[in-house]
């Protein structure tokens, strides 16, 4: 049913009511029983999101000149990015809206390198293993650029089975840090090997893992090399709103060298409008997700970050722990905030369906069928709880109750 617009206005408390009364069927997820969706790094980060954001809502970041303080911003954000991931001093990047528009404007920057820098004519492609994010087939779709999925070995990018598939029109190879479905990290430093040897524009998707991955090495986990650390990594998608635990709407693009980021900018003037440059898809760039990750990065800093991821990787391991001694497998060894664990003999659809009744809003993954989850700092407290109802839920699906399960 359509509603038109009230003909008079209302009263602003009135109206919080009545979001509060429409937010009610949504999932709790300051409870902590939600694994996908929202990164819950606690009140203390959700306040100065919140807060940070307000002061600058109205700026935009589409005009530089007018607000300094939104460019100098942005400039801070993108330098902890790049020294987080060993960016060369050469290096460069911006703030996007999120990970599809950070992966379509290195699509776009590798896309044109090949066609101006190389002179690749006619139809072009990029290859990527299967469990790579739908992103790259919408900035494909967008560009009518071809995509080459490449079967997975043991749950991750095969680099020989890549190399295959890559050709002289291929103008990115994908790998992901770590991917979503799984939570795994691809074989970067074999994929950065391949893009040395045959000059193809490696792209690492750490979208779900720029932010995390290297505190969790700080605090002591083996995270093998995935960044510009690598020398045949050529751009890297990281988003803030993930586990930078930023407000929604921030993510980071980076390039190993500027003149790589000038095939990203959008530079125009045939029009009466005058010049308008445009770094990302965007035009009006909303000054609060600049403002509120300025603000949460220096809220937390080094210590800050490696004190919240630290709980993610406790919440993981005890999760796993819990479910292997319930019979499930954890697919792969994850090792950042996302794990994929199943058991052969159980529908995890239905078991998934069956945890719902007890508030647990997680995802899952098809193949093969799992239990999938994204997890918080705040999982740390309930990783127990949650286990425990697993337990119920498994004992729920395997009797007389299976036949009532849904898939949704
Ligand atoms: C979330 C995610 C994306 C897309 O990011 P959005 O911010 O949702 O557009 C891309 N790649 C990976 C691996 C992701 O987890």
Redesign the pocket.
């Known amino acids: 049913m359509r509603h038109p617009l009230p003909r008079q206005g209302a009263d602003w408390p009135d109206l919080k009511d009545r979001m509060a009364d429409y937010a009610t069927g949504d999932v709790r997820w300051r409870d902590g029983k939600t694994a996908v969706y929202v990164f819950n790094a606690g009140p203390d980060v959700e306040q100065v999101q919140k807060e940070a954001y307000a002061l600058f809502q109205s700026e935009n970041g589409l005009g530089p000149a007018a607000f300094p303080s939104l460019k100098r911003m942005e400039d801070e954000v993108v330098g902890f990015g790049l020294s987080l991931l060993h960016g060369p001093d050469e290096a460069g990047g911006v703030m996007t809206s999120?990970?599809?528009?950070s992966?379509t404007m290195a699509v776009k920057a590798a896309r044109d390198f090949a066609r101006k820098a190389r002179g690749v004519a006619g139809p072009l492609n990029i290859v990527l293993p299967r469990s790579a994010?739908p992103?790259f087939d919408k900035a494909c779709a967008l560009m009518e650029i071809e995509v080459r999925r490449t079967p997975l070995k043991d749950y991750l990018a095969d680099p020989a089975a890549m190399g295959d598939a890559a050709d002289p029109s291929t103008v990115m190879i994908v790998g992901?840090a770590p991917?979503?479905p799984y939570g795994l990290i691809d074989p970067i430093g074999a994929l950065s090997d391949l893009a040395l040897a045959r000059d193809l524009w490696l792209h690492v998707?750490a979208?779900?893992g720029g932010y995390i991955a290297p505190f969790v090495r700080m605090n002591g986990g083996d995270v093998p090399a995935f960044d510009f650390e690598l020398p045949g990594v050529r751009s890297i998608?990281a988003?803030l709103?993930?586990y930078g635990y930023c407000a929604k709407g921030a993510?980071t693009v980076f390039f190993r060298s500027a003149e790589l980021q000038k095939f990203m900018t959008f530079d125009f003037r045939d029009w009466p409008g005058g010049r308008m440059v445009t770094p990302t898809l965007a035009g009006t760039r909303p000054g609060g997700a600049i403002s509120a990750a300025w603000a949460v990065m220096n809220f937390l800093g080094v210590e800050g970050y490696r004190a919240k991821h630290g709980r993610v990787t406790a919440a993981r391991q005890a999760i796993a722990a819990g479910v292997e001694a319930l019979g499930f497998r954890v697919l792969g060894r994850p090792q950042l905030g996302i794990l994929a664990f199943t058991r052969d003999d159980v529908d995890c659809v239905a078991l998934w369906a069956k945890l719902r009744e007890r508030g647990w809003f997680t995802g899952v993954t098809t193949e093969p069928k799992s239990l999938h989850l994204m997890l918080s700092p705040v999982h740390d407290a309930v990783a127990d709880a949650y286990v425990a109802d697993v337990a119920w839920a498994l004992g729920a699906v395997s009797g007389p109750v299976a036949t009532e399960a849904r898939y949704s």
């Open positions: 999120g990970g599809t528009d992966i994010h992103a992901s991917n979503f998707d979208c779900v998608s988003d709103h993930k993510s």
